[in-house]
């Protein structure tokens, strides 16, 4: 009788055992969306004026950077916004009173010297027909005619433009110069003003990469940490469990190191890749089976800033 009853003892333990290995515990983690500040240019860390673990805000200075090229750039836009600000003032308001007198009178000059060779080209051309001059002397008070004439063309043409006014063509490409020189000196200031490192976003520093006097390259973190009230939980299930779970069930964790139980609903279910961060210390589940992942969003945030980022959440 004593034998039967030890056997059927045992049968029981062994089938409660059973069925609780039957029963896995889910585990995942706490987890927050992570942030991440870089700098826009490239310079040598002055000043780092925050430290890991602290709560910043937008707008808060993170860093100070020093951008010696850009400096000496700012110099050189400078002069050229000075000069195509010149030019441009210059195409539109044309000649001066000044430049008009002088093309006037060059103008008086060179029409005389054209009235004295025009009268000796009428006098040689009439002496030419009576032979009484030579073809080579009357080829030289030809060139004489013909210079004397071209040069007053070319002072007519350039009196007439100044007293008309500079084209429309070349006051349009004064005022693309100038716009292009505004352009870059706005570029530099720009570039100057990202010598401080600003906070676009509330974020708790886990991690701060470089120190001061250290080289900082455009675009490489600094600064990384999370996303304060940003919290969900993760969890991974192989697919012979999925089916117990849906978008939108609401859904119960507790959390071990707290001894506090949180409700959540479940936001995402989304395929793992095979190399994916399982989060369970344990997974259970074949090597055919697809892995999915569980995000479960939770219903009140008050608490969380007591929760630990990566710390086991058990899904119940």
Not at 258 to 278: C, D, E, H, M, P
Request: glycine share 6%; proline share 3%; hydrophobic share 40%.
């Amino acid at each position: 009788m004593k034998k039967i009853l030890f056997v059927a003892t045992s049968l029981f333990v062994l089938n409660s055992c059973t069925e609780k290995k039957n029963d896995p515990i889910v585990e995942g983690k706490v987890k927050r969306d992570v942030i991440a500040f870089a700098p826009k240019v490239t310079g040598r860390i002055l000043e780092i004026r925050v430290e890991e673990g602290d709560q910043v805000h937008v707008g808060d200075t993170l860093a100070v950077l020093d951008v010696p090229e850009a400096k000496a750039k700012l110099s050189q836009v400078q002069g050229l916004l000075k000069s195509a600000e010149a030019q441009k003032t210059l195409a539109q308001n044309g000649a001066t009173p000044n430049q008009l007198k002088q093309l006037r009178a060059k103008k008086a000059g060179l029409q005389e010297q054209f009235n004295f060779a025009e009268k000796s080209f009428n006098r040689a051309k009439a002496m030419a027909a009576d032979s009484m001059m030579s073809a080579q002397a009357f080829d030289e008070v030809l060139a004489k005619y013909m210079g004397a004439k071209a040069q007053l063309d070319a002072v007519n043409a350039e009196l007439t433009e100044a007293e008309n006014g500079i084209r429309y063509e070349t006051k349009l490409a004064a005022q693309g110069q100038a716009d292009q020189a505004k352009g870059a000196l706005q570029e530099v200031q720009i570039a100057l003003s990202e010598r401080y490192i600003i906070a676009t976003s509330d974020m708790m520093i886990e991690t701060i990469s470089l120190h001061e006097g250290e080289l900082a390259t455009a675009g490489y973190p600094i600064f990384n940490g999370y996303i304060p009230n940003k919290v969900y939980f993760r969890f991974t299930l192989p697919e012979k469990a999925i089916a117990a779970y849906q978008t939108g069930q609401e859904v119960e964790i507790e959390m071990p190191f707290l001894k506090q139980n949180v409700k959540g609903k479940i936001s995402t279910i989304k395929q793992l890749t095979r190399y994916a961060n399982i989060t369970a210390a344990y997974p259970d589940y074949q090597i055919e089976e697809a892995i999915y992942e569980i995000k479960v969003v939770p219903a009140d945030l008050s608490h969380a800033g007591k929760w630990l980022t990566n710390a086991t959440a058990v899904l119940k």
